[in-house]
């Protein structure tokens, strides 16, 4: 199986190709077109901020390509907001595969810090991407805006609020979570993706 | 809801993990890797793994072994010790490690702090201190407690927090090593100032002391490691006690 991480301008993406090594799938960390659409598999992750990744995307001509994908693909934090409709973070407009626009966290508690960063549970679980897991499962969370709730949302998180913790539409999966650092859990979800 | 996080800290000196009493005493407790993949297995939330060494010989930090570390490790992970500047933390975050810890070159030059969140984000800049109490008056100390600076715990962090910190790592030096308990009151005082998560380390001794950072001190997380290395807690049963103390914990 080709599986292809797209190359752009976010941080952490060698923590997904690790984690693809750990399920046994060695992935190709790349930018170019034909790879791309020719791999059975897109992963689209990483960790920044919304509109220097969203202007490097489409300097690079990575927003058509991205949208011209019809394998499945995996977008994970950044990366799934970029996929959203328009993101908060600098006003920035974005992909629009999903029809949701992505915005702050406004808490009300001291105690509810932002970002949040650590362990959060999934539920209300929608797809196949959950698979083989139990009605509610802790994951990796960083990240400061969120997806409301909306027709694509297949994982409920609470933080603040009720949000989306994973989207799907079509061909594309998305979470809000980090898989590749969630533990067993999220080795769980990446092979689930790998299968589709 | 959001889960408090238990947090085994490996202190690395030569590759080999080492624990000190009240920061001498050095004593081995094991491989990093090894040790860290247990940890991850167990439960464990997160792993730090601070190059003690680094800052006081002035010595660049360990990228090959975070290199390995990010291979075989499925959990976030943090690495510290001897980061001066931003080139450091590219090549530790290049390496594959989630989040940076910076200590005494923050103290040194706060701007690191800003230059840490505006080029990779605040959630990858952990930044440390280090703190003894003398006379009610909490202190930061220096090249992993060695040397005393005149700046107070709590407007420092409040300046690491305005600055772009993501974290902060406060490490008691009154509590490190002894098993007493976490400073609590201290601890309380900076979650309940500060807007970003407090992670308490120094003072495990029992697991009714983790309860207590969390309830009294109102910590995010709690770092511990000898009680985590010489087996006198395990981390499983650690998460199953919280739970029963109704702290949210991920089991």
């Known amino acids: 199986m080709q599986v292809a991480i797209v190359k752009y301008n976010a941080g952490n993406i060698r923590s997904v190709l690790n984690a693809l090594h750990r399920c046994g799938v060695e992935a190709v960390l790349t930018d170019d077109v034909e790879t791309l659409m020719s791999a059975d598999k897109v992963i689209f992750p990483g960790q920044g901020e919304a509109r220097t990744t969203m202007t490097y995307l489409r300097q690079h001509r990575l927003d058509e390509v991205i949208l011209g994908l019809r394998q499945p693909v995996l977008g994970i934090c950044i990366g799934m907001q970029l996929l959203c409709r328009h993101s908060e973070e600098e006003d920035t407009d974005c992909l629009g595969v999903f029809d949701v626009d992505v915005v702050k966290f406004r808490p009300t508690r001291h105690e509810d810090k932002v970002p949040q960063m650590g362990w959060n549970t999934i539920g209300d679980l929608k797809s196949d991407l959950f698979k083989g897991l139990s009605k509610e499962e802790f994951v990796y969370f960083v990240h400061s805006f969120y997806a409301p709730l909306c027709d694509d949302t297949i994982a409920t998180t609470n933080y603040v609020q009720p949000y989306s913790s994973a989207l799907h539409r079509d061909n594309f999966y998305a979470t809000q979570f980090h898989p590749e650092k969630s533990g067993a859990v999220g080795e769980r979800i990446i092979r689930n993706f790998l299968e589709m | ?251």
């Open chain 2, 1 to 251: 809801m959001l889960a408090k996080r238990i947090i085994p800290c490996l202190d690395i000196k030569d590759g080999q993990t080492v624990k000190g009493v009240n920061f001498v005493n050095l004593q081995q407790a094991g491989d990093p890797i090894a040790l860290g993949k247990a940890y991850s297995e167990q439960g464990a939330d997160e792993l730090v793994y601070l190059d003690i060494t680094a800052s006081h010989e002035g010595r660049k930090t360990f990228t090959q072994l975070v290199s390995r570390i990010a291979e075989e490790i499925n959990i976030p992970f943090t690495v510290g010790g001897g980061i001066n500047e931003l080139a450091d933390v590219d090549c530790l975050l290049s390496a594959g490690a989630d989040k940076v810890s910076i200590n005494s070159a923050a103290l040194r030059r706060p701007e690191l702090i800003d230059e840490i969140a505006r080029h990779f984000g605040s959630q990858v800049c952990v930044v440390a201190i280090d703190a003894k109490e003398t006379d009610g008056q909490w202190r930061c100390y220096l090249n992993g407690g060695r040397v005393e600076t005149e700046r107070d715990l709590f407007d420092w962090a409040l300046e690491a927090n305005r600055r772009g910190a993501g974290e902060i790592l406060f490490t008691s030096m009154n509590h490190d090593g002894v098993k007493q308990g976490f400073a609590n009151t201290a601890l309380s005082r900076l979650a309940d100032e500060l807007t970003i998560p407090v992670i308490a380390s120094g003072g495990a001794g029992s697991m009714e002391h983790f309860r207590d950072a969390f309830t009294q001190g109102h910590a995010d997380a709690a770092l511990a490691a000898s009680v985590f290395h010489f087996g006198e807690i395990g981390i499983r049963e650690l998460k199953e006690y919280l739970k029963q103390q109704n702290i949210t914990v991920r089991l």
